[in-house]
């Protein structure tokens, strides 16, 4: 079974940092290209980050320069490392593999986590 586990959610002060995790079981990332969305309530999903299968990676402007994604192809892992955070990144945050790059900017996945939330407040 084709899985992915997101972790790494939780509260953070304004200006704080969280790294998420995204670990895949039933399949090697390898080959994948791996998107972080974001929803917060009442709003639409939005494509925060993709990292291809080579680690060419894409940021939405709203968190360029702040968030830096990475793999960990030995740990079958990919990673979202978030700084300075704005109260404004308050999201479930979920991440999804395709093996086409395209699909992951355009906020398309195969495969799907379950989400972690983050919040940011004082």
């Known amino acids: 079974q084709l899985q992915l586990v997101e972790s790494g959610g939780g509260l953070v002060q304004p200006g704080g940092s969280l790294r998420l995790s995204c670990a895949a079981s039933?399949?090697?990332?390898?080959?994948?290209?791996i998107g972080w969305f974001r929803q917060a309530p009442g709003k639409e999903r939005e494509g925060v980050s993709c990292i291809s299968s080579s680690g060419g990676t894409y940021y939405a402007d709203s968190v360029k320069g702040r968030f830096t994604s990475s793999r960990d192809n030995a740990k079958n892992t990919v990673y979202l490392q978030m700084n300075s955070l704005k109260p404004e990144d308050t999201a479930v945050y979920y991440c999804?593999?395709?093996?086409?790059?395209?699909?992951?900017?355009?906020?398309?996945?195969?495969?799907w986590g379950q989400g972690t939330q983050v919040t940011v407040s004082s």
């Open positions: 999804a593999a395709d093996r086409l790059w395209s699909a992951c900017v355009l906020g398309r996945g195969e495969t």
């Open positions: 039933g399949f090697t990332l390898d080959y994948y290209a």
